[in-house]
């Protein structure tokens, strides 16, 4: 039986399936038998609104034979990592494709919320409403944003070849949750950008940072020097960001970044944590950055490069919402304000994943950051004499405020300092 994959009008994966003629089944037994066959390359994936529905099996709702969250089968999600690492024309500006990215991603995300009213039995007891929403969706149920096909294919390819070439001085980190010592499920690195007046307050505060330290301040004291091949990326990175202001000004309106002389807002990246994802059992779990660094109510930018993986939003806040989507090759996502004061981000393990062409399970991530040289020379010291972390409240009397306490990055316990800032969310 043979099968090919295509997409109907409305943005369904569909499954055209055709028989063989029945003196065909027994030809070539004796050739199969002493052949090892070969695995078949995904075919290119076209539209084809034209094709008689009942010759086709609608692949959007397929169960799934992956235990973790549910991903698609694995033909689907091979053809559609092969639709998105299509190649852009080149002669379209960057603007051009990110208006593109945001209007016409084609990104299934499964929206989960659960019940708001009631005991903690009642609420079990309750079902969630589970529904999917495409990635320009995404802003109303989240303060995020995803955007496909923003670069090349060849642009992505080649700084994937070079991620898995420096990727080779990549380490891992310790940490220490409940009196027990654990060491990142991944392989990460900070990398400074240009030394200008933004990446060179991250290298001056760097040096003198402790010890044990949280996680971006302790990256930025040991961080590589600027690599060039991101360099490129960087102005990329920005304009992309800007260009929220005009398409989601009540996104882009939050960030607490200094104004123009015209009094437009700006945002620069000083330095990227990139992390390594050796294969599906590579994780991270569900957590919010670290703001020493970075400062309240920041804006974080992922790129995505090789396997493609699951993702996952969790709101603080009632009715809880969660939101999951699968990052594919070249995948932008931007978390903005409050992500990290209202929301927990993971990269959950998978049992099984569809490997890419040149990375095969590995997944490589780029977080682009802005440091914020004010916030970070306020935090006390602890107990310890070293840096304090700054994290956000979520629950009770207090929510809305940030607090500093102990590190629980590096090879030494908590000394269990504690002390409020004087901001609040809502400042």
């Known amino acids: 039986m043979q099968s090919t994959l295509s997409f109907a009008a409305d943005g369904r994966l569909l499954l055209k399936r055709k028989r063989p003629p029945a003196d065909a089944d027994n030809e070539g037994d004796e ?5 090892r066959p070969q695995p078949q390359q995904p075919a290119a994936v076209e539209a084809d609104s034209s094709i008689a ?7 959007t709702d397929q169960p799934s034979s992956d235990d973790d969250t ?10 559609a990592a092969v639709n998105r690492e299509r190649p852009a024309a080149g002669s379209v500006s960057l603007m051009s494709r990110l208006r593109a990215a945001g209007s016409s991603s084609s990104a299934d995300i499964t929206v989960t919320v659960s019940p708001q009213d009631g005991s903690k039995e009642r609420k079990a007891a309750a079902a969630a409403t589970k529904r999917t929403i495409r990635a320009s969706e995404l802003p109303s149920v989240a303060p995020a944003t995803l955007m496909q096909n923003v670069f090349s294919k060849q642009e992505c390819d080649s700084l994937l070849r070079v991620l898995m070439g420096e990727s080779t001085r990549w380490q891992q980190s310790s940490w220490w949750v409940f009196k027990k010592k654990h060491t990142t499920p991944r392989l990460s690195a900070y990398y400074l950008l240009n030394q200008d007046s933004h990446s060179s307050a991250a290298a001056e505060d760097a040096p003198h940072t402790q010890e044990h330290a949280p996680t971006d301040i302790e990256g930025l004291r040991n961080a590589l020097p600027p690599l060039a091949d991101l360099q490129p990326l960087r102005q990329k990175i920005e304009d ?5 202001r005009s398409t989601h000004p009540h996104l882009y ?8 002389p015209d009094g437009q807002k700006e945002w620069h990246a000083s330095y990227v944590l990139c992390n390594l994802y050796r294969d599906g059992q590579d994780c991270v779990g569900a957590h919010s950055d670290h703001l020493t660094s970075l400062g309240p109510r920041p804006l974080i930018v992922s790129l995505s490069f090789g396997a493609t993986r699951r993702f996952r939003l969790v709101s603080r806040t009632e009715p809880k919402t969660t939101v999951t989507m699968m990052l594919k090759h070249g995948d932008v996502l931007f978390m903005w304000p409050p992500a990290q004061e209202d929301w927990t981000h993971e990269v959950p393990r998978m049992q099984s994943l569809a490997p890419h062409p040149t990375s ?6 780029l977080t682009f950051r802005s440091h914020r040289h004010e916030c970070f020379q306020q935090a006390p010291l602890c107990h310890c004499g070293n840096k304090s972390i700054m994290k956000a409240t979520h ?11 102990c590190s629980p990055i590096g090879e030494k316990k908590p000394c269990g300092f504690f002390q409020w800032t004087e901001w609040r969310f809502d400042q």
């Open 53 to 59: 529905q009942g010759d086709l099996v609608d692949l």
């Open 70 to 79: 549910g991903d698609r089968p694995a033909a689907a999600a091979a053809a």
């Open 253 to 260: 309106g939050r960030l607490p970044v200094d104004r123009t």
């Open 240 to 244: 992309l960001v800007h260009g929220h």
């Open 395 to 405: 629950q009770g009397k207090n929510r809305g405020r940030y607090f500093y306490s």
């Open 31 to 35: 050739a199969r038998k002493s052949v």
């Open 360 to 365: 095969r399970s590995q997944r490589i991530s």
